[in-house]
């Protein structure tokens, strides 16, 4: 059809019709949370005297690179209508790889190359699980979390060994360091970012990340739209893997050991990321975006509270509250939207 | 019988960006069928929520038995004695036919506990009142759609409404069920019962009719006798302006050439060895009754269903088809007849619906998509197909029926398809959208598409279709002329009857 010639016949203005507007395209859930943030940030900055610093500022986006970078991932197979569970025993599970390599030679890259693809391969596997064996992937990734889990702890004898010293450049390091008052960026804050980034255009500028939201938000008529669906999924969970795998190098990097024990309900961290950065469980919506806010909302609280004197325990009971309200607020405005 | 059930006055109601109704009126009395019609986006579905207590109206007020009424909530209206049977489903699949009925409301034993067994017993004696042949016991869904629809009018009724609204509620049925149904409203109708019948099928309103109201665009625009308004009337009122046809003339003439070859297509007790051949610029109809294996067929050669032998061949090359991407790869497009379920991602918006199937060709640098030239290919179709929306990037979700459907349609266009296969195309979808569609039909028969169109509106195949391929119970019965025959015959054909010396057809 000569759909180009038609339409380079009919400039913008002349049938009227707008696109949408910027607002309702940047949701006003983003919007919401990005204040919601600002506002959490403001008030720790107020009533604990060291929460403003650079120092701690810098040490908040450290920790919270690894629940950021494991929430973009988890979002990618929630869109789709999945979930992954897996992702805090892969976490465990790349750093072990990567810390055994390079224990037995490899050199530091290859090895991390290495706990990338065990990460990459366990997305596989459960994506295998669930498109070939129809697996719900709850069930599937529950599943996985368990072996993977298992295959750790064996393959370790559940201990923990140390890395050469080489290994925790990627961890430990900083950029753009100054002086002590300025002691750089860490490398995994950079990490953090570009993933974020990379993944964010991804999703939302790549066919790939359109069939993502198609297939999320109705797998059949995606299908009978010549979608692979298969595919989408399978990259989806890959993806998700690849992204727990590099949390779980970059922890292990930072430790300078393997960490067989460590993640442990990390994915549920993750989740709730999501979750408060808008993504629905229900499948065909959410954003890398919302997930980084969701993040750091996560991240501020914890620090926060802590510097505030509130015991780990209370930190649970917020954290939670916060996800219960805001998927809570996010149906009211629903319904209000559907005039009730 | 005059006397006053319900009275609508002066009633609006907004939602952000529309004014779905703008200070209408309806009356409806005891022991009358009044029938609303209006185009899609005309406020009649709005107009039912509110009635039935779903939404609250901005302004105007509303009547019932003398009383001003303001329902806060469906359960209300429902107590009130104002039952609705919307035009999608609202029952449980996984709970049985009685179940379902008294769902909400089951009758209890002495000890508190639910009496499956009264419960049971009274469904049977509800259905059996309706002349229904359904097992109350049997889980709702190993129930073909159109009996569960059934189920649901029985559940309406099962509350003892005095108002019943009925939205579409043949667009899933058979001749012989609407028949069914009509007696049903009959019966109603004679026990004082006030039904307001919304459909778009224009036709079967003669049957069961006394008043008829006319809405356009949220306001009222007629109320008259049925008997004492024409067809034509109606649908100048509903539209606004004169339609000269409900069908585009057929100008174009299928060519020669043979576009595509079904041979002896098989899938064990669905599909019966069906050959046919598809020309180039030709509009082929299949008919039949429900479960005939119409979409079945369909779905087959688009490889959305396995088949376990036959083959498709386009241009006299055969095909290998294993899923609907090799089919689209090849040029068929299916355009299925659950447009919600299989058509749209109803959360996704409307320019990203309609780029749906051909991403590559608004993609840069292998894969990036570029916004610009996506809002450029569905603004080009937004003013093609007349697509009524307030903006390119608004949520699918947010649309009428009919602009859905035409969102549909112009995915497909948007492929480039040599073969489109619309199955019920113009299933509740209102008049004006129909001829657009049907135009469409004709427009690319002339560009040489070939063209499927599966329908149960045997008008509608009559008036569009050059042959007509009439299935029965999976096979094929006959290939006919359209030209050549008849709404007689192709229901007998499709009745299972063979031949010319066929008993008469029993609708």
Known sequence: MSNESQMAALPLAKTGLPAGTRSQRLSLDKLVIFIVLIALFGYFSMTASNFFTVRNVLTLALQTSTITMMGIGVTFTIITGGIDLSIGSVVALSGTVAVMAANVGCPIWLSMVIGLGSGVLSGLLNGMLITGLKLPPFIATLGMMMVLRGVVLTITNAMSKPAPDAFGHLGNDTLFKVSRQFPGIAYPVFIMILLALALGFFLRKTRMGRYTYAVGSNEEASRLSG?????????????????????????????????????????????????IGGTSLMGGVGTVGGAVIGSFIIGVLGVGLTMQGASYFVQQIVIGIVVIASVAVDQIRYKKKLGK | ???????????????????????????????????????????????????????????????????????????????????????????????????????????????????????????????????????????????????????EIAKALSRDSEVLIMDEPTSALTESEIEELFKVIHDLRARGVG???????????????????????GRYIATSDYAAISMEEI???????????????????????????????????????????????????????????????????????????????????RLKIHSPSDAIANGIAYLSENRKEEGLATKMRLNENVTMANLPAVSRHFTVISRAQELEATRTFVRDLDIRTPSLEQTVNNLSGGNQQKVVVAKW???????????????GIDVGAKFAIYELMEQLARRGVGVIMISSELPEILGMTDRVLVLHEGRLMATLRTRDTSQEEILNFAAGFTGAAAAPCQG
Do not use: W
């Open chain 2, 235 to 317: 649908i100048n009122k509903m539209v606004g302006r004169t339609l000269a046809n409900i069908f585009p003339a057929r100008a174009n003439v299928p060519t020669e050439t043979r576009l595509l070859e079904v041979r002896n297509i098989v899938r064990p007790g669905i599909l019966k060895d069906i050959s046919f051949d598809l020309f180039q610029g030709e509009i082929l109809g299949i008919a039949g009754l429900m479960g005939a294996g119409r979409s079945e067929l369909a779905r087959a050669i688009f490889g959305a269903d396995p088949i376990a032998s036959g083959q498709v061949l386009r241009d006299g090359k």
């Open chain 2, 1 to 151: 019988m005059s006397d006053m059930l319900l009275q609508v006055m002066d009633v609006s109601k907004g939602f952000p960006g529309v004014q779905a109704l703008d200070k209408v009126s309806f009356e409806l009395k005891r022991g009358e069928v009044h029938a609303l019609v209006g185009e899609n986006g005309a406020g009649k579905s709005t107009l039912m929520k509110i009635l039935s207590g779903v939404h609250r109206p901005d302004a105007g007020s509303i009547i019932y038995k003398g009383q001003e009424v303001h329902f806060q909530n469906a359960r209300e209206a429902s107590a009130a004695g104002i039952g609705i049977i919307y035009q999608e489903l609202n029952l449980v699949p996984h709970l049985t036919v009685a179940q379902n009925i008294y769902i909400g409301r089951e009758p209890r034993t002495l000890l508190g506990y639910i009496d499956d067994r009264k419960m049971n017993v009274d469904a049977a004696e509800l259905l059996g009142r309706l002349n229904l042949d359904i097992d109350p016991a049997i889980r709702l869904n190993q129930l073909p759609i159109s009996k569960q629809q059934m189920v």
């Open chain 2, 195 to 217: 039904i307001i019948y919304i459909s778009h099928r224009l036709d079967e309103l003669k049957h069961i009719v006394d008043r008829i109201t006319i809405f356009r665009d």
């Open chain 2, 413 to 427: 266009l948007y492929r480039d398809s040599r073969i489109l296969i619309f199955d019920e195309p113009t299933r």
């Open chain 1, 227 to 275: 979608i692979k669906v298969n595919r989408v999924k399978l990259a989806a969970y890959m993806i998700s893997g690849f992204c727990a795998a590099l949390t779980g190098i970059i922890l292990a990097s930072r430790m300078v050991t393997s960490q067989p024990n460590g993640g442990v309900a990390y994915e549920m961290n993750a989740i709730a990321a999501s979750v």
